[in-house]
């Protein structure tokens, strides 16, 4: 079992950065895919960012250019660095891995002024 631990959410101001962490720990010692996803109250969850075991990197055509993920170590440890953040990032936003999948518990990041 893995269990996936996010820090990083908060409350920050537009145009504000954040940095979003995930650690995975557990008897999962290679995880292929791990990614960020995030969810609108009334909305459907929708795919963020991933990145893979080999450094393949995928992006919603709305974050592109604003948001980085990044795994140093190839691993266990997630990381989505926020820039230029917009009111419309407000949401939950979820660590995930695949193959097999987990889910974390979310943290909440709030864009406002």
């Known amino acids: 079992q893995v269990q996936l631990v996010e820090s990083g959410g908060g409350l920050v101001q537009p145009g504000g950065s954040l940095r979003l962490s995930c650690a995975a720990s557990?008897?999962?010692?290679?995880?292929?895919?791990m990614g960020w996803y995030r969810q609108a109250p009334g909305k459907q969850r929708e795919l963020v960012a991933t990145?893979?075991?080999?450094?393949?990197?995928n992006y919603a055509d709305s974050v592109k250019g604003r948001f980085t993920i990044s795994r140093p170590n190839a691993k266990n440890t997630v990381y989505l660095q926020m820039n230029t953040l917009k009111p419309e990032d407000t949401a939950v936003y979820y660590c995930?891995?695949?193959?097999?999948?987990?889910w974390g518990q979310g943290t909440q990041v709030t864009v406002s002024s």
């Open positions: 990145i893979s075991s080999v450094g393949r990197t």
């Open positions: 995930k891995t695949e193959s097999p999948t987990y």
């Open positions: 557990g008897s999962i010692f290679s995880i292929y895919v």
